[in-house]
């Protein structure tokens, strides 16, 4: 005689769909476990202190890079076809020395091209071309146009397109192997899907959160409380807010050299200066007004790398904001950029430097 238990319906999936969702969390698992160890590792030194004022002979991408005909849609379903994630479109110059970095530090190690080639066609664009290119909405413009668009302030600039072509992820300028690396799989593996790259790195990282350290400070910093608030009356100078942690490497680069030099001190004279902790529950009012917190705005500005220094008009409004890897050069543009006014007749910055001569 069977028993009740043996008269109830069975489970779909059984077995089967415990195994399956087993393996998925495993495999999440891993992938954030290779986020933590790579954020445990030291990056190589020349990811953060180089010479950044353009090369002086001209650069390559790789020759895997793919040889396109530049028609994004196309390009798309021939990496469905085979078997990828989606594609990537680069966006450079032939004389960027972060691209230069990109492609010697980041490509120069082997498993991150493997892993980028299995997953992905990178589509090259010269943000001065005037080749033509259908977009992955078929709209066809020039590549210098496209570039411009799209906002390409920093080269090298990437936005990804997954199987659908809608965008994954976005990375304005370079950024280091392990940050990088994070942001391959981010998109490769459908995290997007369902968490911001914020997020992502933050639950990969939180194994080896250590006590927070003590950010390094410059004279130029105005202390608490922090009243940003320009909403009521414009002030006097534009608004520089530098969102940095403790024991973070780049940080450090970013105060013993750039922030080192006396022309980058000079021109920060003219802006009033800001520090925030990232992960701080410091208390801010915002440029625009709103009371909340140093972690909360970072949150919701999307912010996920540090250094990253945002600069603001005297009436509240974000102008520009540099949040990757930062040397001298960039950095002395970016603050002629905003100190002398160039903003406010020329929103496009890579637009301001050809005119500009920089």
Sequence with gaps: MKTTADNAPKKKGGPELTRL????????????????????QTEPDQAFGFEDRPLQEPLDHPEWFKHSFLDLGED?????????????????????????????????????????????????????????????????LTERDFSLREKTNFTPSMIFYDKTGSEALRLRGYYPPYKFRAALEFVADGHFRNESFPDFLQRGSGALAFEPGELNDEFFFSPPPYALNRTQFPADRPLAVFFEQGDCHACNVLHSQPLGESAIRDLLQQFENVQLDIYADTPVITPDGEMTSARKWARKLGLFYTPSILFFDRHGKEIIRVDSVVQFYRLR???????????????NYQLWRLDSGF
């Excluded at 969702?21 to 445990?40: E, Y």
């Excluded at 004389?95 to 498993?111: I, P, S, T």
Aim: proline share 2%.
């Design 76 to 140: 798309l379903e021939e990496a469905l076809a085979a078997d990828k994630r989606g594609i990537i479109v680069y966006f450079g110059q032939r004389r960027c020395a972060y691209c230069k970095l990109l492609m010697e530090v980041n490509f120069g190690q082997h498993d991150t091209v493997t892993y980028t080639r299995r997953n992905f066609d990178i589509i090259p664009i010269d943000i001065w071309g005037v080749d033509e290119v259908t977009d992955i909405n078929g709209v066809t």
């Design 333 to 347: 543009n970016v603050l002629l950029y905003v100190a002398g006014g160039g903003y406010q007749y020329q929103p």
């Design 21 to 40: 969702c087993v393996c998925i969390l495993l495999g999440t698992l891993f992938a954030l476990l290779q986020v933590a160890t790579a954020i445990g």
